[in-house]
């Protein structure tokens, strides 16, 4: 990436520290002159840990009268007005206690932290860092913290979490504390991350992986991580590199580094850590043309298209047309479908039917393809949409020509005066066949020849259990059950996968089971149903459950946005999320299942799907309700 990168993509950078200035203003301006956009500091001062009273110094009535209206001597304070509130960053309190066995020092630590939080939302300080969580129990931490941050509006609430643990390096251990901070907290979406970076790192990639399904707000870079480089400058190891440019370019969080109190890199300068930061900002990798394509709707919810039921506007047509890599393909299958029915030099003349021709992109396909392989074509280009059809009578008219006979109806209905050779359409969805691909393609297998070829060929659904706490969320907003049983299309980027995908079911064209004349008496054929099984590595999440597809367009011709097999620099289709109703713990060594079923009747199709949980000796541990039972929340309309 070049100095003169995206400044979308740029992450602030601060300076946190640990000591007591009284002189904060002052310390603010030296760390802005070495380079820090703002500070992470204390709010308060030690000496306000008087109010625990924990040597029993504090005479009863000084004592209780605190209690019932705490409020600051100025002395405690080291953020002390508004003012310094744009370029600070509030550490609260290291000597709070929430979980503590003393009652008493249990409820003057909450009644100390509502009067930090307080303070800090009076005066907009932008966000608050809550100290790294005890070991042990954090039930009384959990409900205190969810009681307090919801009066919270403009500052947020951070909590520090250690990337690893030092008795497991190789383990979660500080997750899953985190984990139980979040779960008794009802998933508050109030509650971020401000994920302290280790020295060492575990070496599997999930366990790092994972963390970008949480809600992090800042990365905490401690200077004792940094390494000095042969010249004497302090670097980080590659491992950590890779990490941080990965959570800079999936989160774009706030990056925080320290100082250390005493000099640990020969030629380290106070600027040395946040210009290194800087440095791998600024040299993140290049974005792909999906990326820059959903550039602003990563993780936005989108409901799947419904191209049966409406008419698709002329921009979308636009948007899905820029695709090169999907027509390029498509270019290639048609091209090798021709060869292989067609000797080179005969004047035989291949029938080719594009049904739902849109505006004419794949007319355009086969027309190139039959130029390249120089074979003679005549196409129809079938078309319901009575605003799409203007535009390809405009092409007719302008470039096709007497090569393309225009037909207005609804594949499903129309009865052609001759059988084609090749059927071409792009009727995909996300999932392969949840925009009624199948059910399109029936009634159209009647305009094929018996040795006849379908573009595509075949498509298979492939889905995979899925942790992100940012989709969990946008779809918990809704606040009904609809949107937990409705599937949406989404560039996924705060996310992390249990398991690989693995293929649920699929669909081949022509279709030996209907008739090739009269077409299917009813769409049962269409119905199926999945059952499929991931062993889970580690402790986490599953707050969903992600979609894709594979489609073999003609023999080794592909489109696919599966992960592992994803057509480079394709974007006409995002993966597809299908929400759980409740958020599932999946321990370590467990086996999540997932049931899918695709289901239909007279005037639609739809999915149900749930998720279950069984324990190594395959005992089961939680089961979900099945979702969209009868196509209630969401269907696609035949």
Known sequence: MSESMDMSRMCSIGLLTHEYYDDLDNFIQQAEEAGHDFVATPISHPTLRRVLNEEKTIDKETQETWKDRPVFDRKDLIIKSAEQSSRAIGLLANWIHLDSKDPEIRLCSELALKQEIDWACHISLTGLIYPSLPKGSLQNTARVINSLVRSMSFTQFLVRVPL???????????????????????????????????????????????????????????????????KGYPVLSKPHQKFIKKLMDKMKP??????????????????????????????????????????GYQDYLQAPLQPLMDNLENQTYEVFEKDPIKYQQYEKAVYKALLDRVEHGSDYVTTIMVVGAGRGPLVNCCLRASEKSERKVHIYALEKNQNAFVTLQNAKADVWGDKVTLVFA????????????????????????????????????????????????NYTAFASPLASTRLNNNVAAYKDLVHYETPYVVMFQQVCELASPKPLWEFSHPNKEVPPKEGPINNLHNVRYSQVSFEVKHDMMMNGIAGYFESVLYKDVMISIHPKTHSPGMFSWFPIYFPIRTPLQVPQGSTVTLDFWRLTDAKKVWYEWTASVYGKDGEEMSILPIHNVQGRSYYVGL
């Open 410 to 457: 609804d594949m499903r209905k129309w009865n052609p005066p001759t059988q084609c050779d090749i059927l071409v359409s792009e009727l995909l969805g996300s999932f392969g066949d949840n925009e009624l691909s199948p059910e399109c393609l029936d009634g159209a297998q009647k305009f094929i020849k018996e040795d006849g070829i379908s573009i595509p060929a």
């Open 254 to 295: 706030d990056m925080i580094v320290t100082l250390p109190p005493t000099t640990i890199h020969k030629l380290a300068t106070p600027s040395s850590y946040s210009e290194y930061i800087g440095y791998l900002n600024r040299h993140l990798p290049e974005l792909q043309d999906v990326d820059k394509f959903a550039s």
């Open 164 to 230: 690893t643990d030092k008795s497991n390096i190789q383990g979660n251990v500080s997750w899953k504390q985190w984990n139980r901070l979040r779960t008794l907290s009802e998933y508050n979406t109030k509650i971020h991350v401000a994920l302290e970076l280790t020295s060492e790192l575990p070496t599997d990639e999930k366990l790092l992986d994972m963390w970008l399904a949480e809600p992090i707000k800042a990365v905490i870079v401690p200077a004792e991580i940094f390494v000095e480089n042969s």
